[in-house]
């Protein structure tokens, strides 16, 4: 699919984001504190929404401990994210380093004009020069798609709806609005408990369907699929054994669920950030693409 196509039909799908947290929030509000409520809720939800798309490059970075580095100080880096952004037509990202021993790597940053792609000491330690560059290419693929607007204002969904979810259960306990036209408190701790699932289950599903789409275009970008493919499975692999210490709030911008050698069973698939790991090597080595430009 045309990049500008797909980068038309993510703000469409931010677009749709933006009308819900908009509507969930004020509902939410109103069912907290009437009219009132439902103003302040619609003011939440822009506040949230617009500090998530104009910072999001910074705040990830800084949750990540991400420091810039220089291209004295890392040459090959430099080179590979810049000969994949040529490749996608894009400008060059800033490049940033995290300093952890897991292989990992995200991009973040509204647009291609304002992007970054942070890898860790572990990605540069453990993957040979195609792999590395196959992780770049699926970063860049998230930026050139523009895949980061979309799952920044996902979050965002996620954190508000809880936030003010949390609210309306509090004030239902107590008496919600405290009038006799009041809703049944009940119905609110009800929907104060299912609104930030539904909205988790929708980010956590958003985030799968990105991870696909910018594994085919990073194996398009870099002319084959295997290397990218090669490095999924040796990133996942070492993060079962190798912890990082990620906001769980963040852990579905990297390329692999940072989070994974957490002790604890497999989540169910719809409560997965990532697809897993033989599905999207599967998909990867059944592309054919275009050898590399």
Same mark, same amino acid.
Do not use: F
């Given at each position: 699919m045309d990049s500008k196509l797909y980068g038309a039909g993510n703000v469409a799908k931010t677009a749709v984001l933006l009308?819900? $947290?908009? !509507? #969930? +929030? #004020?509902? +939410? @509000?109103?069912? +907290? !504190?009437?009219?009132? !409520?439902? #103003? $302040?809720?619609?003011?939440f939800g822009v506040g949230i929404s617009g500090v998530s798309y104009w910072k999001s490059d910074a705040l990830a970075v800084r949750a990540a401990g991400a420091v810039p580095v220089s291209e004295a100080e890392a040459p090959?880096?430099?080179? =590979? %994210? @810049?000969?994949?952004? /040529? /490749? =996608? !037509?894009?400008?060059?990202? /800033? #490049?940033?380093f995290i300093e952890s021993p897991q292989p990992n790597a995200f991009a973040t940053g509204r647009n291609p004009e304002h992007a970054v792609v942070a890898v860790t000491r572990g990605l540069v330690d453990m993957c040979d020069r195609d792999e590395l560059m196959g992780v770049i290419a699926h970063e860049i693929g998230h930026i050139r798609h523009r895949d980061i607007l979309i799952g920044s204002v996902a979050a965002a969904v996620a954190t508000a709806i809880s936030f003010v979810a949390n609210m309306a259960m509090w004030a239902g306990m107590f008496g919600g609005r405290? &009038? &006799?036209d009041g809703p049944n408190p009940v119905a %609110? $701790?009800? $929907? =104060?408990?299912? =609104?930030?699932?539904a909205a988790g289950l929708l980010q956590m599903a958003l985030s799968r369907s990105r991870e696909f789409e910018a594994d085919r275009a990073g194996a398009e970008l870099l002319g084959d699929p295997e290397p990218l493919a090669r490095a999924l499975l040796k990133l996942d692999a070492r993060a079962a054994v190798t912890p990082a210490d990620v906001n769980p709030a963040q852990a579905s911008a990297y390329i692999v669920n940072p989070l994974r050698g957490r002790k604890g069973s497999s989540p169910a698939r719809w409560f997965m950030t990532h697809p897993p790991i033989e599905e999207r090597v599967a998909r990867l080595r059944a592309l054919r693409v275009d050898p590399a430009r």
């Open positions: 009308a819900a $947290i908009g !509507g #969930v +929030l #004020v509902g +939410l @509000g109103y069912l +907290l !504190g009437g009219m009132g !409520g439902a #103003v $302040i809720g619609l003011l090959n880096l430099h080179w =590979a %994210v @810049g000969e994949i952004a /040529r /490749r =996608a !037509g894009i400008p060059k990202p /800033r #490049v940033y405290g &009038d &006799d %609110v $701790i009800a $929907i =104060a408990l299912t =609104a930030p699932l």
